[in-house]
């Protein structure tokens, strides 16, 4: 049997410039940048091992739950049942162009947010959620307890809407 590793990053180009036309001459504040959290094969800092990609749709006027440890219901990229331990990045996508997606408000949510359960992020249309953590700990998830990601449909739009999911873990 072959051996499986994992090596991944996430970049975001940051660039922008703001620009002041005056009577005599221009002023320009200007910046580009390049931000990168890359990750090594691995379990400790700045490591992980597993990786979940997946394009969910969420119907109207419900929601979408992805079970990220201990259950057989998600699969990765290699058919292995999904089992993260340690949350290390995640990247939300909204691929919605009328209506918001809801993150969180789970019965045993991710734990994202530090108030509790019923804690949500709202991912506006075409909008994102990005996040990392990556200490040797990362985000502890537990199966069956904190382990849920919930996307809920908020908005009009009687279409399902989809979103584009990356989790790395350990």
């Given at each position: ?8 990053q996430?970049?975001i180009?940051v ?6 036309t005056?009577?005599l001459?221009v002023t320009?504040?200007?910046v580009a ?8 094969n691995?379990?400790?800092?700045n490591?992980?091992n597993?990786f ?14 992805v ?7 998600e ?21 919605a162009?009328?209506?918001k997606?809801t993150?969180?408000?789970?019965t045993?949510?991710v734990?994202?947010?530090s108030s ?10 075409l ?6 953590w990556?200490?040797?700990a ?14 809920a ?12 999911i990356y989790?790395?873990?350990?």
């Amino acid at each position: 049997m072959g051996t499986i590793s994992f090596s991944g990053q996430i970049k975001i180009d940051v660039a922008g410039s703001h620009i002041n036309t005056l009577d005599l001459g221009v002023t320009t504040d200007a910046v580009a940048d390049a931000i990168t959290q890359a990750f090594a094969n691995g379990a400790g800092e700045n490591q992980a091992n597993k990786f979940f990609h997946d394009q969910v749709s969420v119907p109207a006027s419900s929601s979408k739950t992805v079970y990220l440890n201990g259950t057989s219901q998600e699969t990765d990229g290699l058919g292995q049942a999904l089992a993260i331990t340690k949350l290390k990045a995640l990247v939300i996508k909204s691929n919605a162009t009328l209506d918001k997606l809801t993150l969180g408000n789970s019965t045993k949510p991710v734990p994202l947010f530090s108030s509790g359960a019923a804690d949500t992020f709202d991912i506006h249309p075409l909008g994102m959620f990005l996040a990392t953590w990556p200490t040797a700990a990362g985000l502890a998830l537990v199966a069956n307890s904190s382990d849920e990601l919930k996307l809920a449909h908020e908005g009009v739009s009687s279409s399902a809407v989809t979103a584009d999911i990356y989790v790395f873990g350990a």
